[in-house]
């Protein structure tokens, strides 16, 4: 049984330009919630899919959109990226609330 | 505003010590409460997860306790090993919501 998986592992963008980053839920999971970590914290919540609707946004600029599409997978896209965009984008999903994250993609915006 | 604090933010000790890492929420009106480990790197690997309703759950040589009440969990790591070396993350949800709150972490080195 395949676990959480994402794509890229790793990217490197400018300043300005926009990225798209994929996730692929566990087997059996219908809910996907996304996370930033920046180096040396815990992950922020950046927002969750669920029935290919956001259900619950973090504290975060409209820059960062995503999508879940009918089989589950889910996109996270950010916009104009900023340096301080430079972190691990990490993809958990779910099914009734108990969260398995994927090993993440690590961006860094020169 | 939920907040979640754990101490310490680093912790070295010798293979073989049983050791305790705490984690501390403000608002106690959760829905459950992780323990995840991550490797340097690495995502995150659940290793505990306590519903509100429980006090303690174990796995292994890990027990982690909830006392709701007070806004307290730690996570006990008996005999440690070199491979237990990581960072140990604690998280919290909301009765009302679905998303996680992380503290900062505690890195754990056990040295041989």
């Known amino acids: 049984d395949a676990g959480v998986t994402q794509s890229p592992t790793h990217l490197i963008k400018t300043r300005g330009q926009q990225v798209t980053l994929r996730c692929s839920p566990k087997s059996g999971h219908d809910t996907v919630s996304w996370y930033q970590q920046a180096l040396g914290q815990g992950p922020q919540f950046i927002f969750q899919?669920?029935?290919?609707?956001?259900?619950q946004r973090g504290n975060f600029p409209d820059r960062f959109s995503g999508h879940q599409f009918p089989n589950y997978s889910s996109e996270l896209n950010v916009n104009a990226l900023l340096l301080g965009d430079s972190a691990l984008y990490l993809c958990a999903s779910s099914y009734q609330r108990a969260q398995y994250f994927g090993p993440g993609t690590r961006l860094l915006v020169l | 505003k939920q907040e979640v604090t754990q101490i310490p933010a680093a912790l070295s000790v010798p293979e073989g010590e049983n050791l305790v890492l705490n984690c501390s929420f403000t608002d106690s009106a959760i829905y459950n409460l992780q323990w995840f480990r991550q490797d340097p790197g690495k995502g995150l690997t659940s290793l505990l997860l306590i519903q509100s309703s429980q006090r303690e759950q174990t796995s292994g040589r890990l027990n982690a306790s909830l006392d709701k009440s007070s806004g307290r969990s730690t996570l006990y790591i008996a005999a440690s090993q070199p491979g237990d070396s990581a960072t140990y993350l604690c998280a919290v949800m909301g009765d009302s919501s679905y998303k996680l709150i992380f503290g900062s972490g505690t890195r754990l080195l056990v040295r041989p």
């Open positions: 899919y669920y029935e290919e609707e956001e259900r």
